[in-house]
């Protein structure tokens, strides 16, 4: 019900930035938390960034005051602004949505999407 299309992954040196968009369509009645995810080779998926409808957010440590999150709640998209990158932030990041959506027979349920995951490669 909830499509996630993901963007701005590729290679990148040490100290380098990229950029990540991610844009959610299809049949909801809203998005509450938005986010990023990532997993390297080997790892468990872990949260990056986070955020709220009402704009909270939160960041891994490894992350914090390097990358950004935010998002257009008029347009569903979410964006992470990735400065300084590190050999470390190599890995697939996955966009991740909770969306109200509505469901047969009952009243609308909190749901949660994957993107397909785009690769963030940070060479030195």
């Known amino acids: 019900q909830v499509q996630l299309v993901e963007s701005g992954g590729g290679f990148v040196q040490v100290g380098g930035s990229l950029r990540l968009s991610c844009a959610a369509s299809?049949?909801?009645?809203?998005?509450?938390?938005m986010g990023w995810y990532r997993q390297a080779p080997g790892e468990q998926r872990e949260l990056v960034a986070r955020?709220?409808?009402?704009?909270?957010?939160n960041y891994a440590d490894s992350v914090k005051g390097r990358f950004t999150i935010s998002r257009d709640n008029a347009n569903n998209t979410v964006d992470l602004q990735m400065n300084s990158l590190k050999h470390e932030d190599t890995a697939v990041y996955y966009c991740?949505?909770?969306?109200?959506?509505?469901?047969?027979?009952?009243?609308?349920?909190?749901?949660?999407?994957w993107g397909q995951g785009t690769q963030v490669t940070v060479s030195s």
């Open positions: 299809g049949r909801f009645f809203s998005i509450n938390a």
């Open positions: 991740n949505v909770l969306a109200v959506v509505p469901h047969p027979g009952t009243s609308p349920v909190f749901t949660n999407y």
């Open positions: 955020i709220t409808s009402g704009g909270t957010t």
